[in-house]
């Protein structure tokens, strides 16, 4: 009998690879007015993140042929690593905007608080896997995974990076919920925390001012400190149905601020109408079905829990961008994967979904045919059933 080797999932890598050419695009057109004012040239924008979308290319299939097994023993060093690094961007970190979240290597900047976040989801993975059922234990599996994940959104905390903080939170909470901690522990824990992370929350005049312009809306009192959210919707009501088409936003004429990094998705919306957000939307969804369908078919506790922390990292971030610049959400700094402008965020997010794509390749979702011989066949090779899948 002739055995074939499973092969990765092409949808999830189809809706990625997708992603990335669009941003190619989209990036251009939104930060052409910005770049060319800034530096000179209007390409100036669109070299760079050409740069790191290739990096992020070649970070996905690096991990692709990597075997997720290896992982676990490296996790641990991951996390410690991140955060040392973490520890090093509050010292000496690169501040803009009031925030030290940056490390500047040369001309590259990085931003550890990504690598970090995945770095701790990867290690309570091991630590789910491993630990068994010792997690449903508070003082044995809860609270040691629950110190990780302090560690880490204090450090995040600092910076100050109250969403990203949040979302290491949330995610964190995801994975120990799938892992089938007890949910009485993560209730309490979370009611612990909760006054913390509202005291924190609205200690900062910034952070406050974007809560209350949330709770106000679009009156008279809030307009100024909902601008950038009102420039987005207003992007999106030019688009219509159709959109105005490639490169002919009127948004990203110094109208809208970031709006080839966290408002990216107005200028899609903009140009491409609707039809291209609801395009870009569904891209999110085949992952986060293809994602979670290769948690289902995996062959171990460590390689679910992997594929649905990746598939829950890229998916909600997708899913809150979206609903930020629509005005759903509080203003938040958080990118849209695979299409804001960002390094960190692309090369990360590509990275991770390699590791996921190798998930699937080691999974019984898309067996190739195997050939089986019949006994007595007159022709070698030939079979009675045909192709059998």
């Not at 608080?113 to 068994?132: D, M, Q, R, W």
């Not at 924190?200 to 601008?227: C, E, H, L, Q």
């Amino acid at each position: 009998m002739k055995h074939h080797r499973n092969h990765i999932d092409f949808l999830t890598l189809f809706a990625v690879l997708t992603l990335m050419m669009l941003s190619l695009g989209v990036v251009y057109s939104a930060s052409s007015t910005f770049a060319a004012a800034k530096f000179g040239e209007s390409e100036h924008m669109l070299e760079s993140h050409a740069i790191k979308v290739a990096i992020g290319l070649l970070g996905m299939f690096l991990a692709m042929r990597f075997d997720y097994h290896k992982l676990q023993r490296i996790t641990k060093p991951m996390l410690v690593g991140a955060v040392a690094i973490l520890f090093v961007t509050l010292a000496v970190g690169v501040v803009s905007k009031g925030a030290s979240r940056w490390i500047q290597v040369g001309g590259f900047g990085f931003q550890p608080s990504e690598f970090a976040k995945y770095a701790l989801l990867f290690h309570l993975c091991t630590l789910i896997a491993t630990k068994g059922e010792l997690i449903r234990d508070l003082k044995k599996g809860f609270i040691p995974m629950m110190v990780w994940v302090g560690v880490v959104t204090v450090c995040v905390m600092l910076q100050p990076n109250f969403s990203m903080g949040s979302m290491i939170i949330l995610l964190s909470v995801v994975l120990l919920f799938v892992g089938r901690a007890r949910i009485s522990h993560i209730a309490l824990t979370f009611a612990a925390a909760l006054p913390v992370i509202l005291a924190y929350m609205m200690w900062a005049p910034y952070r406050r001012a974007r809560v209350m312009a949330f709770i106000g809306g679009g009156d008279s009192t809030t307009t100024t400190k909902n601008y950038q959210l009102l420039q987005g919707i207003i992007g999106f009501g030019n688009g219509g149905i159709f959109g105005v088409g490639p490169g002919e936003s009127k948004q990203r004429d110094f109208f809208l601020p970031e709006s080839y990094g966290d408002f990216v998705f107005s200028i899609v919306g903009e140009e491409y109408g609707f039809l291209g957000t609801i395009f870009c939307m569904v891209l999110f969804m085949v992952i986060m079905y293809r994602g979670l369908k290769i948690a289902r078919f995996a062959n171990d506790v460590f390689g679910r829990n992997l594929a649905i922390a990746i598939t829950c990292a890229v998916t909600f971030y997708a899913l809150i961008n979206a609903g930020v610049t629509l005005g759903i959400f509080p203003t938040t700094g958080l990118p849209m994967p695979f299409v804001s402008y960002g390094g960190s965020s692309m090369i990360f997010s590509a990275t991770a979904i390699g590791v996921l794509l190798n998930i699937s390749s080691q999974t019984d979702m898309h067996p190739r045919a195997r050939q089986v011989p019949v006994v007595g066949s007159v022709n070698a090779g030939e079979t009675a059933l045909g192709k059998v899948y």
